[in-house]
């Protein structure tokens, strides 16, 4: 758990500096996010490359539960993954983050990041 101290610095760090009084807000504390897209999206709102990364572990791993998410602010160069799948089972997490790699290595290319979760279903 988070100290008081350390949770007040983060706060403050994400504020608008001094700098910029246009994007700063005295009567809110509510930190600002300038790069980050929502948490909560209905899966029906893909972005383009969402769907793609998607369709492609879904079609490479049939029956598997799979969610994407742009997490670069919508500019499609950083993606957070979770997959769920049974060939999973007895797997060490490289070897399951080895397969979705493998369906994706095309796309992966052309990604800054990527941030992976795996578990056998």
């Not at 100290?3 to 949770?7: G, H, N, Q």
């Given at each position: 758990m988070l100290?008081?101290?350390?949770?007040t610095a983060l706060r403050s760090a994400t504020r608008a500096p001094?700098?910029?009084p246009s994007l700063a807000s005295s009567s809110s504390s509510t930190p600002l996010?300038?790069?980050s897209s929502s948490l909560a999206r209905p899966s029906d709102n893909l972005t383009d490359g969402e769907k793609l990364l998607k369709d492609r572990l879904e079609q490479g791993l049939e029956g598997?539960?799979?969610q994407v998410q742009d997490v670069s602010g919508g500019c499609g160069s950083f993606y957070?993954?979770?997959v769920e799948h049974s060939?999973?089972?007895g797997l060490s997490m490289i070897k399951q983050h080895?397969?979705?790699n493998e369906l994706l290595k095309d796309e992966i290319k052309d990604m800054h990041g990527l941030q992976l979760k795996t578990k056998a279903a």
């Open positions: 100290s008081r101290t350390t949770l001094a700098a910029f996010r300038p790069f598997a539960k799979v957070a993954i979770s060939s999973f089972k080895r397969v979705v």
